[in-house]
Nanobody
Framework: QVQLVESGGGSVQSGGSLTLSCAAS?????????MGWFRQAPGKEREGIAS???????LYADSVKGRFTISKDNAKNTLYLEMNSLKPEDTAMYYC???????????????WGQGTQVTVSS
């Protein structure tokens, strides 16, 4: 069983930056799981925005490509999402997840954190 806890959300003005963290515990996730970041805005479906596999290969949604960077620190069992050039449309609850398939599809992920809110004002 994997436990995931996100942190680092907050309020920022358009054009600003935030870095989210996701602390993993309960299992050595690094060698067994793909890790991903998802977001969900009110009234919208959950969107997969970034994923990283065991070897560090990354995958991004077009909506964040070039602005967001996913990374992980295996020694700290922590996943990160660096977000730059934030826009009001990036406002959402952000979730980290762990799964066995390298994908941006939320049904393919098995474990989820509780989420951290990101609000971008214009």
């Amino acid at each position: 069983q994997v436990q995931l806890v996100e942190s680092g959300g907050g309020s920022v003005q358009s054009g600003g930056s935030l870095t989210l963290s996701c602390a993993a515990s309960g299992y050595d996730y690094n060698n067994n799981y793909m890790m991903g970041w998802f977001r969900q805005a009110p009234g919208k479906e959950r969107e997969g925005i970034a994923s990283i596999d065991r070897f560090g290969t990354t995958l991004y949604a077009d909506s964040v490509k070039g602005r967001f960077t996913i990374s992980k620190d295996n020694a700290k069992n922590t996943l990160y999402l660096e977000m730059n050039s934030l826009k009001p449309e990036d406002t959402a609850m952000y979730y980290c997840a762990a799964g066995y398939i390298f994908t941006l599809r939320s049904p393919d992920y098995n474990y989820w954190g509780q989420g951290t809110q990101v609000t971008v004002s214009s």
